[in-house]
């Protein structure tokens, strides 16, 4: 009785909007009129930067306030944006970095250094502002507004992904596949993909020295070793440009058609887009992901966030043991450690009771439900399962 309470309480948060509740994904106030080009934070705010729309900063952690940077510096088309404390570099894809170092209030040309060129990548390291140009890594020196060299570009190649994860520099290359270097780009080593494979690398995430990288079209890796060997993950996930963020123990993948969740290092994954308009971001473009104030943000055409304390539940359910699986699944799942014979009840998403019964064998037939997410309440706990269709069994 004591198990049907605590369900029927979570399905009431679940199904009445008006509580505010963060059983979904919910949208920020951020204007929906501009696609988001890069999403970062200091701890304090958000900065997106837009095609079309220059920049914006949220004025809190949760993204319900924003300003939009209004100056003659500023580019439309902003592609990057970096945020520190006390530093802001934006740049544009056909445009020479600016900077400013009051939060915005005044912007100074940056390009000094880069022989008049944009920059093909712009990122925040462990060892400062690194953009990477014309075949070269440089690092960005404030206090004189311009940029020194840092190191080459693994075989003078295009840059498109660009991680410190100490004490090794990954480094994806738009032609070339991925590259590794022990010595902050003193000379890179290419790794070695599964299959022979060159996968154009947009997102590399670290869990416990285990690194992870998602790819354009060529799926999920994972590497044991900082990127000298590359396992692909074959995880079913679609074949889609892929960004990642890791919270804990918890990785997160988005691709134009959703975001997924893993905690088990990308070797299972539930599907976590409750509530988020499909496609996220535009087909052919990844929607960005920034873990920042107990949310997770999802940036595409709009921001979305969700509360990490959900992402938390499912962590603590897999730990366990007792997440029913696979999930999702076409609609036979088993829930490890239930009893013979235990009882269960299905609701559907208006909180209808859909299916009950007794498991066999610590199994639930799900097969004759419709296509759907569904809450399933056992004697001792309430999950969330969701039921796909393929053409089998359609």
């Not at 066999?360 to 001792?380: A, C, K, W």
Request: include cysteine; aromatic fraction near 10%; glycine fraction near 12%.
């Amino acid at each position: 009785m004591l198990c049907k309470i605590r369900c029927f309480a979570f399905l009431f948060l679940l199904f009445v909007p008006s509580l505010q509740v963060l059983a979904q994904w919910v949208p920020t106030s951020f204007p929906v009129d501009y696609d988001v080009n890069d999403l970062q934070s200091t701890g304090k705010n958000l900065y997106v930067a837009t095609a079309g729309g220059g920049v914006f900063a949220s004025v809190d952690q949760e993204g319900d306030v924003w300003i939009r940077f209004l100056h003659e510096l500023l580019p439309a088309d902003a592609r990057w944006v970096v945020a520190t404390d006390t530093l802001l570099v934006v740049a544009g894809s056909y445009s020479a970095p600016v900077c400013s170092v009051d939060g915005g209030l005044d912007w100074l040309e940056a390009g000094q250094g880069l022989g008049g060129g944009a920059v093909e990548l712009l990122k925040l390291s462990c060892d400062g502002v690194l953009g990477a140009s014309l075949g070269r890594l440089m690092r960005f020196e404030a206090a004189a507004r311009e940029w020194e060299v840092y190191a080459s570009t693994p075989q003078n190649e295009e840059v498109c992904q660009l991680s410190c994860h100490y004490p090794y520099l990954l480094c994806g290359t738009r032609w070339q596949g991925p590259y590794y270097s022990p010595n902050w780009g003193g000379y890179w080593v290419q790794g070695e993909v599964e299959g022979g494979a060159l996968p154009v690398f947009l997102s590399v995430v670290e869990i416990n020295e285990v690194c992870f990288a998602a790819s354009m079209s060529s799926g999920l890796f994972r590497s044991n070793d900082f990127g000298g060997h590359w396992v692909a993950l074959n995880t079913g996930l679609p074949r889609e440009p892929m960004s990642l963020a890791v919270w804990k123990e918890c990785l997160f993948a988005a691709g134009p058609s959703g975001v997924w969740l893993s905690t088990s290092q990308g070797e299972t994954w539930s599907n976590w887009s409750e509530g988020l308009p499909i496609p996220i971001a535009r087909m052919g473009d990844e929607p960005l992901l920034l873990v920042e104030g107990g949310f997770l943000f999802a940036g595409g055409r709009g921001i979305w966030k969700r509360s990490l304390n959900e992402a938390l539940a499912v962590s603590e359910l897999a730990e366990s043991g007792a997440m029913p699986s696979p999930n999702p699944g076409t609609g036979l799942f088993r829930v490890k450690g239930s009893v013979a014979g235990q009882a269960y009840e299905v609701f559907d998403q208006s909180g209808r009771c859909v299916a009950r019964g007794n498991m066999v064998d610590g199994s639930i037939n799900l097969q004759h439900l419709v296509q759907g997410s569904y809450i399933l309440s056992t004697s001792n706990r309430c999950f969330r399962v969701v039921v796909v269709r393929n053409k089998k069994n359609m």
